[in-house]
């Protein structure tokens, strides 16, 4: 019997276009056809309607491509090449797995023999195009987007924080427009309020946790989340204050006669969208457009918290020399420990503190701040411990012993394989008599036996492997702390904090006591 994949797939809805029941239907009726001699089981992976064929992240497919590779397919049919792959160089993996694993594939829309040299040449050709297709689409829609963006209209996507949405008619099409939201709007203006008066993003977060002030969703409000709501233009009013500052940071603009300061901005390409996540454009890339919503924030008091914020950014990275254990101090919370610097008398004091703790409060961590001279202090101890007594450092098993076993099983191993090759001798003298089942039995058992062994064999010997590399990285270790203890003097401290990072894991501090993970 052969066992066929269908693999039917609609990524939008279209009057015109086949459905998904049609797809497996012609699909079947070709098979029919072109094994009209033989017994068939069909497989329908049908779970991909409205996912994209520009990439292979499909959970049908997913399934499709496990049940190849397990050996569950004789054939893989699909009503056309693109319902698969629009991509040549995912489309050529896909058919070198299908290839390795003696799977036929058949489109019933171009009709191509994959068994002919031709015919693969075909499908290739017919790769690329899809994928052409594709990305010229793609541009169209983009151009679209960019085009209904400029006349102020709301493309779509997740709502800004305290906006909705509304449709309009324009001309002989409805178009969708952002407006206030009267009922949830306090939330951003609680956030611009909050950092005008001098709170940070950290501890903008906190208070609202205090205070139990969650976003439209229910959740509180993350870090990022409040960066991306004060950040964004759609809060601004449409001042000419608003033109000159968007203009100087190198955005797109529209006429500056329509800054009239009576509506709200609206921002565009702000995100962009890879393969496998959204990232942040730079602000230049922006697309500035004037909506028909009302200001939520004069413009003044716009521009004013970006600058803050861009203040706050630059204190940030202005980091000072001290914390040797900064990106590998972490709290028995989990959360990790940054450094905090501040002068007093001209004298220096650095503390050691639980990001968790600042940023959420004593109920979610009771830590404390911590001297950093103290963590410091702790951390070179242990490492001039174990420069005395490198022993201290956890050593991999004995390999001498694995040795051992390894040439014990290699001798059981050869005497199995002689014992098996005396029998096959005796078989062959014994064919067609009574003798020779019970030879057959004892070759197996042996044979069994043998693998048993050779599996063994290969465990002990990876093993072997794994502690000889790991007790190369110990005298890696312990050849660095020496490194380090040693000059530690002489050495910068981006020179010292670089050697620890490539030493140490982590560092966990309880308050009390630290741990360090080598």
């Known amino acids: 019997m ?33 094994y009209k001699d033989q017994e068939i089981e069909f497989k329908i992976y049908d779970k991909d309607e409205g996912f994209s064929g520009k990439n292979t992240n499909r ?64 499908m290739y050709i017919l790769a690329a195009f899809a994928q052409l297709e594709r990305e010229n689409t793609s541009e169209r829609v983009a151009d679209n987007m960019q085009a209904l963006g400029a006349a102020g209209k709301w493309t779509g996507g997740k709502l800004p924080s305290g906006m909705t949405s509304i449709r309009r008619q324009t001309g002989d099409k409805e178009h969708s427009y952002l407006l206030v939201d009267k009922a949830s709007v306090w939330r951003p203006k609680l956030l611009f309020k909050l950092i005008s008066e001098g709170y940070s993003i950290t501890k903008v977060e906190r208070y609202c946790r205090d205070h139990g002030i969650k976003s439209q969703d229910g959740k509180f409000f993350g870090t990022t989340q409040i960066y991306n709501i004060i950040t964004n233009p759609v809060y601004c009013q449409n001042s000419i204050e608003a033109y000159y500052y968007f203009r100087d940071c190198g955005c797109t603009l529209p006429d500056p006669s329509l800054f009239d300061g009576t509506k709200g901005l609206i921002g565009y390409g702000k995100t962009k969208t890879g393969k496998d996540l959204q990232k942040r454009c730079k602000t230049k890339e922006w697309n500035i ?33 001290v914390g040797i254990l900064r990106s590998v101090l972490k709290c028995s919370c989990g959360s990790r420990m940054d450094i905090r610097t501040y002068f007093k008398n001209d004298i220096r004091f650095s503390y050691y503190y639980c990001a968790k703790m600042v940023r959420r409060g004593k109920q979610y961590c009771n830590s404390e701040y911590v001297r950093q001279e103290k963590i410091d202090q702790l951390f070179i101890d242990q490492l001039q411990k174990i420069k005395l007594n490198p022993g201290i450092l956890t050593a991999g098993q004995d390999c001498s012993i694995m040795q051992q076993d390894a040439n014990s099983i290699k001798s059981d191993i050869k005497k199995l394989q002689n014992s098996i090759d005396n029998l096959t001798s005796a078989l062959s003298q014994a064919m067609g008599t009574a003798a020779a089942g019970y030879i057959i039995s004892q ?76």
């Open 289 to 321: 457009a004037i909506g028909i919503h009302d200001p939520v924030i004069p413009a003044a008091e716009w521009i004013a918290v970006q600058k803050r914020l861009s203040t706050n950014k630059k204190f940030y990275i202005q980091k000072h020399n």
């Open 59 to 122: 959970p049908s497919f997913k399934d499709l491509m496990a049940d190849v590779k397990a050996g569950l397919l004789n054939a893989v049919i699909v009503y056309k090449l693109d319902r698969i792959s629009r991509n040549v160089q995912e489309f050529a993996a896909m058919y070198e797995v299908f290839q390795q694993h003696n799977v036929s594939f058949i489109s019933v829309k171009e009709s191509f023999d994959t068994t002919t040299p031709m015919g693969r040449t075909v």
């Open 443 to 518: 070759i197996s058992e042996l044979d069994s036996q043998k693998k048993k062994q050779e599996e063994n064999l290969r465990n002990i010997l990876i093993k072997e492997s794994e502690n000889k590399s790991a007790e190369e990285i110990k005298q890696q270790i312990y050849t660095d702390i020496c490194c380090l203890i040693d000059n530690f003097d002489n050495i910068d401290y981006a020179g010292k904090n670089e050697l620890i990072r490539k030493i140490v894991k982590e560092c966990v501090f309880d308050g009390e006591n630290l741990r360090i993970i080598f």
């Open 2 to 34: 052969l066992t066929i994949g269908i693999y039917p797939r609609k990524s939008v809805y279209r009057d015109n276009s086949d459905s998904v029941q049609v797809q497996i239907q012609l699909c079947k009726d070709y098979a029919a056809i072109i």
